[in-house]
Every structure is written in structure tokens, then in C-alpha cells.
């Protein structure tokens, strides 16, 4: 069996998709979740959401966000996603 070609499967893209949008990923892993999430709109919805995340978490932690709007829009970021699946 090769395992050369790996294609990756959804659930093992989520489980990456902090480490992929933290920047923490090697290329070549990298490479592979960015390819999936071209192709899969399921992930791709994933990791908007969590971007967005990342996003409100970075700002948070220079100080440029207030913590108050951050959990309101955490709040609506998880309503959409549901709304959504
Ligand atoms: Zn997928």
C-alpha cells in the first residue's frame, strides 16, 4: 500500500484546523488541508467559523477587543454555524 498520495478525510481536517490556521503545521500538512478545503465546502465552512475565531482571539489578546463583544459574536458565530449544518 503507498501512502504517498494521502487524501485527507473530513474529520481528520478538523482535527488539524487550529494547528493549520495557528500557522503550526508543516508545509506539506498545510498544503494537504488547504487542498481539501478548496474542494470540501463542509470543511471550508469549518474553517471560516474557526478563522473567525482565531480572528476575535488575536485581537483579544493585543487588547483591541472587548471581551463583552467577543462573547456576543462568538454567540452569533455559533448560532450561524448551526443554522447552517
Ligand atoms: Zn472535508
Do not use: N
Amino acid at each position: 500500500m503507498s501512502d504517498e498520495k494521502k487524501v485527507r478525510d473530513c474529520e481528520s481536517v478538523v482535527r488539524e484546523l487550529w494547528d493549520f490556521l495557528d500557522a503550526e503545521l508543516d508545509d506539506a500538512t498545510a498544503a494537504e488541508i488547504d487542498a481539501h478545503l478548496e474542494a470540501c465546502r463542509h470543511c471550508r465552512s469549518h474553517a471560516d467559523f474557526e478563522q473567525r475565531l482565531v480572528d476575535e482571539l488575536a485581537g483579544l489578546r493585543r487588547g483591541h477587543t472587548d471581551p463583552e463583544a467577543l462573547r456576543e459574536r462568538v454567540r452569533a458565530a455559533l448560532r450561524e454555524a448551526k443554522a447552517e449544518s
